[in-house]
Every structure is written in structure tokens, then in C-alpha cells.
């Protein structure tokens, strides 16, 4: 024997009949946080604000790269002057 049952109803309806909790507004406000976290994290996204972020250390890697360039130049020149004899 095979007996079909069909039943007619909205999700909320469905919920309500099997006893289980409406969390449609714990989802609204988690749908709400997540917008706003994607929202201020589009903001680290613009190139303004990257680039003034990767520039300091870039910068900072340029004066050590001077400095490296500097310190071996000096050391050429000493040898030079000195004319390659140690005492």
C-alpha cells in the first residue's frame, strides 16, 4: 500500500509545526556584521591606502641599501688609496 501525503506550507509554517526556533533575526544580524566587516575591509583594499602602507618598509629598505652601497664603496676606496698593503 502506498499513501502520498502533500503538504502546503511557508518554511516559517514548517518550522513552527516541528517546534523548531525562528532564527531569522539572529541571522539578519549576523548577515548585518558581515556586511560591515566586508565593508571596512574594502577599505584596506584601496591602492591609496596600500601603497601608504608597503611604503615605509619600502623606504626603510631603500636607506639600507644605501647604507650597504656606501659602506662597500668606502671599503673599495680605502682599498685603493691604500694601495692593497697591510701593515
Known amino acids: 500500500m ?30 548585518a556584521e558581515i556586511e560591515e566587516r ?14 601608504k602602507t608597503w611604503l615605509p618598509a619600502s623606504m626603510q629598505g631603500m ?4 647604507q650597504m652601497q656606501q659602506a662597500f664603496w668606502s671599503q673599495l676606496a680605502n682599498i685603493a688609496t691604500s694601495g692593497g698593503k697591510k701593515d
Open 2 to 31: 502506498k499513501v502520498n501525503v502533500e503538504v502546503t506550507c511557508t518554511p516559517e509554517e514548517a518550522r513552527a509545526f516541528f517546534g523548531l526556533p525562528d532564527i531569522k533575526p539572529m541571522q539578519d544580524r549576523i548577515m
Open 38 to 51: 566586508l565593508r571596512s575591509s574594502l577599505g584596506a583594499m584601496n591602492p591609496e591606502v596600500i601603497f
Open 63 to 66: 636607506e639600507q641599501m644605501q
